[in-house]
């Protein structure tokens, strides 16, 4: 690990400042089940990871705002102020953590006054393992704790949200920020999207490992399908709202749309729908599955879920395709699908470890010989949510 204090000095200097600087941590976040549903009322089953990003910070005496990350050491510092919040494209990464400064004074607390802070993630970027939502909760958290904000770790999840949506313009759901917020080490956390109810699974995996395979294929939220995915979801929904009494695709089981999907005029919003529908009930399945140790069980609804994200939400793509299906050939996988917004990004799969190494191995290969270039893989934890770092 990186002397993230000294390069901290190194960049910012170490000049008086309102306060001295201090480290924090915010994990990134996986999926297990529950995908493209968290905006469609439905449930989701993420957790927390050991990997994420860390930052040093120091609150200023004046209004100015300077960022800094070692992953993107080539734009070295880049500055604005607390009284110029405004989305600007030269200003690169630094709009999810200027957008939850924005969200905060925009929800009535008070950020008087400006900070240095630098970054390092962990996380791969454009991995779908959520840098930034991890990003945006870390900021948050930095601000609670520079300007004593009393807020709660639920409201912070809710202000990434906000920012990332009317800030960032990327219409994504509550579960990203919520899981990185609200993590808990060795806990997946199963969220009802609707009303935000939730309770810690514990994951006992026994022999079995997390294991992440990243297409390294990058991928913006912003630039890809997902708000029009979205957008039909809504379009279905209306649809259905003329026969049926919900406010949520989530509210429906299985039955009840197979009895009314003909309200919706499109086939294609009827796939769009119907993933939504039945994934929503998968991930209710799949943590009943944990709960009695049926790990069989657990993987098989993991599988149906890529399944799904492929043919009816149609989110996936060669290169997670390929991941998915190598690694459901290989001795030892329970299951495997595609996690984050899809097009790009990761997969995820439950490996016995005794078989992990020859599954790097052989995923990896088929992964080059088909798409060109190299996958990556990482075994993780499940870890803690967003803490204050007393050694970086």
């Keep these: 690990m990186y002397d993230l204090l000294k390069k901290f000095y190194e960049v910012f200097g170490t000049c008086e400042q309102e306060t001295e600087a201090r480290k924090y941590f915010a994990p990134g976040r996986v999926n297990l089940i529950g995908e493209h549903t968290d905006y469609n009322g439905g449930h989701v089953f993420p957790c927390a990871l050991t990997i994420g ?54 929800n009535g607390y008070e950020i008087d006054s400006g900070m240095d802070i630098l970054y390092y993630g962990t996380i791969p970027n454009g991995s779908g393992l959520s840098s930034s939502a991890s990003i ?5 958290f930095v601000l609670k704790d520079l300007f004593h904000v009393e807020i709660s770790m639920t409201e912070l999840a809710l ?7 009317n800030f960032n313009g990327v219409n994504c759901g509550i579960m990203d920020q919520f899981a ?30 997390i294991v992440i395979m990243n297409t390294n294929k990058k991928r913006g939220l912003s630039d890809s399908k997902y708000n029009e995915r979205r957008k039909e979801c809504e379009e279905a929904l209306s649809e259905l709202k003329a026969v049926l009494d919900i406010n949520t695709l989530g509210e429906l089981s299985k039955e009840e749309f197979e009895q009314y999907k003909d309200a919706i005029q499109s086939e294609v919003r009827k796939k769009r729908a ?10 209710i399945e799949a943590v009943e599955a944990l709960k009695s140790n049926n790990l069989i069980l657990f993987g098989k609804l993991m599988t ?54 020859r599954f790097v191995k052989q995923v ?29």
């Design 53 to 106: 990003t860390f930052a040093v910070a120091r609150k200023r005496r004046d209004t100015a705002l300077r960022f800094y990350s070692m992953n993107f050491e080539q734009f070295g510092v880049i500055e604005s102020s607390v009284e110029d919040l405004v989305f600007r494209e030269e200003d690169e990464w630094t709009n999810y953590p200027k957008g939850v400064i924005w969200a905060m004074k925009k």
């Design 136 to 140: 945006e909760v870390l900021t948050g």
């Design 159 to 165: 202000l990434g949200q906000f920012a990332e949506n």
């Design 180 to 209: 990185i917020a609200m993590g808990k080490k060795d806990r997946a956390i199963f969220l009802n999207t609707a009303d935000l109810s939730y309770e810690y699974a514990p994951v006992n995996l026994g022999h079995q490992k």
């Design 274 to 283: 119907r993933h939504a529908v039945y994934e929503n009930q998968r991930t």
């Design 304 to 357: 149906e879920s890529h399944l799904s994200l492929k043919e009816d939400y149609e989110v996936t793509g060669i290169e997670l395709d390929t991941l998915v299906e190598e690694a459901l050939k290989q001795k030892g996988v329970l299951g495997a699908r595609m996690t984050g917004a899809g097009f790009g990004g990761c997969a995820v799969s439950i490996v016995d470890d005794n078989e992990v190494e």
């Design 364 to 392: 990896g290969e088929a992964y080059k010989k088909r798409i060109g270039y190299d996958a990556d893989f990482y075994v993780v934890e499940i870890g803690d949510g967003p803490c204050i770092l007393e050694e970086v």
